[in-house]
């Protein structure tokens, strides 16, 4: 069993900033890519950033110079640094993680943290 959590979510306003935080839990031998993920109301769920376990990093060019993702491998977490909202970043903020699983029949999987909302509103 694995357990993807998110935190840190809220109302802030624009041009301000807020910090995500997802941490991955269980029974996790191995994790390899990190992800965060947003979806609002009748649209698809969209790439927001991801951090591989080397440390290489992606972002969707609507977020490139204003969120960050880091990662601490060794407590399998991730966090977003999310700066100069704009009320278009108001979404549910999923987190995501491709976890290896320990155990003798185990193997790679992804895994959804529930979600926390994010509101950019003056």
């Known amino acids: 069993q694995v357990q993807v959590v998110e935190s840190g979510g809220g109302l802030v306003q624009p041009g301000g900033s807020l910090r995500l935080s997802c941490a991955a839990s269980?029974?996790?031998?191995?994790?390899?890519?990190m992800s965060w993920y947003r979806q609002v109301p009748g649209k698809q769920r969209e790439l927001v950033a991801a951090v591989t376990r080397d440390g290489d990093t992606n972002y969707a060019d609507s977020v490139k110079g204003r969120f960050i993702i880091s990662r601490d491998s060794a407590k399998n977490t991730i966090d977003l640094q999310m700066n100069s909202l704009k009320p278009e970043d108001t979404a549910v903020y999923y987190c995501y993680a491709d976890v290896h699983c320990s155990g003798s029949t185990c193997g790679w999987a992804g895994y959804w943290g529930q979600g926390t909302q994010v509101t950019v509103s003056s």
């Open positions: 269980g029974r996790i031998f191995s994790i390899n890519t």
